[in-house]
């Protein structure tokens, strides 16, 4: 009854609760309440959003701010919260409230405003960055609904940069291919993250998008959540590589002869992954190639709905081999890993083995040093181990 109903918020003016100037807004004439701090501080001070309802249908309501999603409240017993610590400054940024039912369905939008700040504070007014540990879960992943993937733009042969817009309403340049750009173009450029991207705090909310259901699929069939969350963070850039935001392909997983399949992306202009079968087309000045594409076979990725879907499918086809979907049997690595567990070795040594097992036994053409060294790195820096 509700899919897809447009309402716009009522504010009801400010409230003044316990010193705290808080807004409101109302919606499904008064069935739905979200209030929130109008002002918050970027320092040392969690955001608070509280939705209580009486419309059953409401499942979850999802809270964006500039069009960047924060996280999403699950509603139970009619009441929900999403804790939230803000990064940066701004007045009036917008808000949307996307309330979302049982089948991901968007039944209703509501807007308000919030400003964040500084807090006033004697001495100096410089400010230190968040902590990884300061910043509270989000509940849910921040995509909701299959995503349909861009167009690509005809090839111009000068563009500067390749342009992206992702899930989250960001403007994206990657560097060019030389079927894109035959004077700067590099072919290795396709599997690079969008320029200027991940950033820190960018890398951490790749972290709390994927991190529920990384854990739950590791408690449930025994595995390293942390290096799960660390080959995707590699292999995605942390959601910024071109496959990431066309195919939701976090993982970096191919479907070799994919033309013609539905679920089935081409990369173009990628080297040649195929043993040098790939015919070329123009020998550039620059040393880089312009390939026919139309034929290849070694550059076809798989799409995914959301990067929950991807995750999935690495844990249940590449990992555990349930249904034979994936041309590689990584069953025993996994196994390997239980053992080394059983055996009493730290859950960090034996995630570490873990990225090493994986590797050796054919996952990168980069082998299994690089592997380890590269995603070792990104799970300490994290403290990804935590998860485990």
């Known amino acids: 009854m509700y899919k897809y109903v447009l309402v716009i918020a009522m504010f009801l003016g400010s409230l003044v609760a316990n010193g705290q100037e808080e807004s409101t807004v109302v919606g499904y004439n008064g069935r739905l309440k979200i ?18 309802t009486s419309v059953e249908q409401i499942d979850r309501v999802r809270v964006l701010i500039d069009d960047r999603g924060l996280g999403s409240a699950r509603i139970e017993n009619g009441y929900g919260e999403l804790p939230f610590i803000f990064s940066g400054l701004g007045k009036n940024r917008a808000l949307t409230f996307a309330c979302i039912n049982i089948n991901n369905d968007t039944i209703a939008r509501f807007y308000g ?4 700040e500084r807090p006033k ?14 910043i509270k879960p989000i509940k849910e992943p921040q995509q909701e609904t299959p995503y349909t993937p861009p167009v690509t733009p005809p090839n111009t042969g000068n563009m500067a940069y390749f342009q992206l817009l992702n899930q989250k309403g960001q403007r994206l340049n990657f560097l060019t291919t030389p079927l894109e750009n035959s004077q700067k173009g590099l072919n290795d450029n396709v599997y690079l993250a969008a320029v200027g991207h991940p950033t820190a705090t960018e890398e951490m909310s790749f972290i709390l998008d994927i991190k529920e259901e990384a854990i739950r699929q590791a ?20 959601g910024y590589t071109r496959t990431a935001v066309i195919a939701n392909n976090i993982f970096g ?5 994919g033309a013609g399949a539905a679920n089935a992306w081409q990369l173009k202009g990628q080297p040649d992954e195929d043993e040098g079968r790939v015919k070329i087309l123009q020998r550039l000045p620059t040393k880089q190639f312009i390939f026919e594409e139309k034929n290849r076979r070694d550059n076809w990725y798989q799409v995914f709905g959301s990067w929950n879907e991807s995750l999935d499918f690495f844990v249940t086809e590449v990992l555990l081999f349930q249904t034979g979907k994936w041309p590689r049997d990584y069953r025993h690595v ?14 960090k040594d034996a995630s570490l083995q873990f ?4 590797a050796e036994n054919g996952y990168t ?5 690089f592997y380890l060294d590269r995603i070792g790195a990104i799970m300490e820096k994290y403290n990804l181990y935590q998860y485990d």
């Open 35 to 52: 209030s929130f701090p109008k002002k918050t501080s970027i320092l040392d001070h969690e955001t608070i959003f509280k939705i209580s």
């Open 113 to 116: 405003t919030i400003t964040t």
């Open 334 to 347: 996994s196994e390997k890993y239980q053992a080394n567990i059983a055996a009493g070795l730290s859950k």
């Open 253 to 257: 997983l191919k479907i070799w002869n």
């Open 355 to 358: 990225i090493y097992e994986i």
């Open 121 to 134: 504070r004697r001495g100096s007014a410089t400010t230190r960055p968040i902590k990884p540990n300061e």
């Open 365 to 369: 053409s980069k082998g299994p040093s």
């Open 219 to 238: 408690r449930q069939y025994k595995l390293p959540a942390s290096a799960i969350i660390g080959i995707a963070m590699l292999e995605s850039g942390s």
